[in-house]
């Protein structure tokens, strides 16, 4: 992106953390020495903190401080400050509508968040000036935080929770209903209105460490699901992934398997595409199935009353991946870990897989590597994409990356990571290619990226970002659209 960078709106941090000692340390004492060192590291962290997200719309970055005494809140606790992003969508003004989790003592906006012992979820809205206005924030603490949401045609926000709720919300936060769905990794709109929602639950569950005597907590995903609601809120009908009667191709047998939607868009006739990942589970002395991987992506059509129609391989391996369809759904892409390089029965690659009604593929994009030393990371991460309601480009694709990348012709050499943006026809032809901002950014930004959210509407483009440095903080970027 050239010419002035959109103005950043850095929120301030309003309250300190509280000392932990009410006893100084002697000047001129080896105590006193170390503080003045620690508090000096926080300084440089928090410069560097800001110089990552100089030239964002909005942005967030609570500073690692240090107490009187010179010591450090640990990652999590209380007084360790916390902001990131878990969803977010367009509303029709083209403003951001975002949700995520804060743990204080912060203030974002207008908005104080005090001392909590845990994160608090919030939605916000944030216009293109960086302006902040609190839409709701969770009354208590680990609740509400937001696992996907969208707005619709009528402006209300259609969001989930990591709690199982699905809930319709006004822009002033008045809650229309709920009702009690496994939360949702992605929503999406019917073009009759409707609401559908992919996604699956994570449990959480403790277990022993067989080498000592502690416990530690493991999350693992169940079973994932695919729904559809009435604006009004009526759950017309759910699909739960493992009581498919063996009809997914790749639930053959009896064998365990691990499963997820993670994305989903509307089809022709008033069907829904479905995409997602799974994980099967082979005991010792079973015989597998032949050419069925033990993990990869799927691509699923259903019909508009919940029916299967067929279901696919995308793609072997793990990785999470995102979808996304044109207007009238005569073409799907699915993003991710999904492109091959080297014809069918080659590696896969990040990048861009495209398929027609029936899960037929028209063409792979993949995002390869560009001139420059290898990295020992992956190249690209965190992918996301969305159909373009604008202009020539159908699709738009955003990821991190950490070093020279290609798509297609285009290629994006202008730092060595970052966030790349790019702009993708039917056809498969990659229109533009570019960093986010746009022009030079400090070495390093995109490799403290650890998760994308992406907002697209017919008045907008937004990108969202939680990094980590030595805390949470996020950002959210305004891309002219």
Aim: hydrophobic share 40%; net charge neutral.
């Amino acid at each position: 992106m050239r010419g002035p960078t959109l103005l950043l709106a850095l929120c301030a941090l309003m309250l300190a953390a509280p000392a932990l000692h009410a006893r100084r340390p002697d000047p001129g004492s080896i105590e006193a020495d170390e503080t003045a060192f620690r508090r000096e590291q926080d300084r440089d962290e928090r410069i560097m903190i800001r110089e990552l997200v100089r030239g964002w719309t909005w942005a967030t970055m609570p500073p690692v401080g240090a107490d009187d005494d010179g010591s450090r809140p640990d990652d999590d606790s209380p007084r360790r400050r916390l902001v990131r992003v878990t969803a977010m969508a367009t509303a029709p003004s083209g403003d951001a509508i975002v949700g995520g989790a804060v743990r204080g003592p912060l203030q974002l906006g207008a908005t104080s968040v005090g001392m909590t012992q845990g994160e608090r979820g919030f939605i916000a809205r944030i216009d293109r000036a960086g302006g902040f206005r609190m839409i709701r924030l969770a009354e208590r603490e680990t609740y509400m935080v937001p696992s996907a949401l969208a707005v619709d045609r009528a402006g209300r926000i259609v969001v989930s929770y990591e709690d199982r709720k699905l809930a319709s919300v006004t822009m002033q936060g008045r809650e229309l209903w709920s009702r009690d769905v496994p939360p949702a990794r992605a929503i999406a709109f019917a073009p009759d209105g409707d609401i559908l929602a992919a996604g699956c639950s994570i449990v959480e569950h403790r277990e022993a460490s067989p080498f000592a005597k502690v416990t530690y907590n493991v999350k693992e995903v169940s079973a994932g699901y695919v729904a559809r609601v009435s604006l009004g809120g009526d759950v017309r009908w759910t699909y739960r992934l493992e009581q498919g009667q063996q009809d997914l191709f790749y639930r053959p047998n009896d064998r365990s398997v691990v499963d997820c939607a993670t994305g989903i868009a509307p089809a022709p006739g008033g069907d829904v595409y479905v995409a997602g990942d799974f994980g099967r589970s082979i005991r010792s002395g079973q015989v597998d199935e032949p050419g069925l991987p033990r993990a990869g992506s799927f691509l699923a059509r259903f019909s508009a009353d919940g029916q299967l129609r067929w279901s696919r391989l995308v793609a072997p391996g793990l990785g999470r991946v995102a979808l996304a369809s044109v207007p009238d759904g005569g073409l799907v892409v699915v993003a991710g870990q999904v492109a091959s390089l080297g014809g069918p029965e080659g590696p896969v690659s990040p990048g861009v897989a495209a398929f027609d009604p029936n899960g037929m593929p028209l063409w792979s994009l993949p995002i390869r590597r560009g001139p420059g030393p290898p990295t020992p990371d992956a190249l690209v991460e965190n992918v996301q994409i969305a159909a373009h309601r604008t202009g020539k480009p159908d699709f738009v694709c955003v990821g991190t990356y950490r070093a020279t990348i290609a798509m297609g012709r285009a290629s994006l050499s202008e730092a060595r990571s970052g966030v790349f943006l790019a702009e993708i026809d039917r056809r498969g032809s990659v229109i533009g290619l570019r960093g986010v901002p746009g022009g030079r950014r400090p070495a390093g930004a995109g490799d403290d990226v650890v998760d994308l959210n992406l907002g697209a509407g017919t008045n907008g483009l937004w990108i969202a970002g939680t990094m980590r440095v030595l805390t949470h903080g996020a950002w959210v970027h305004a891309v002219p659209w």
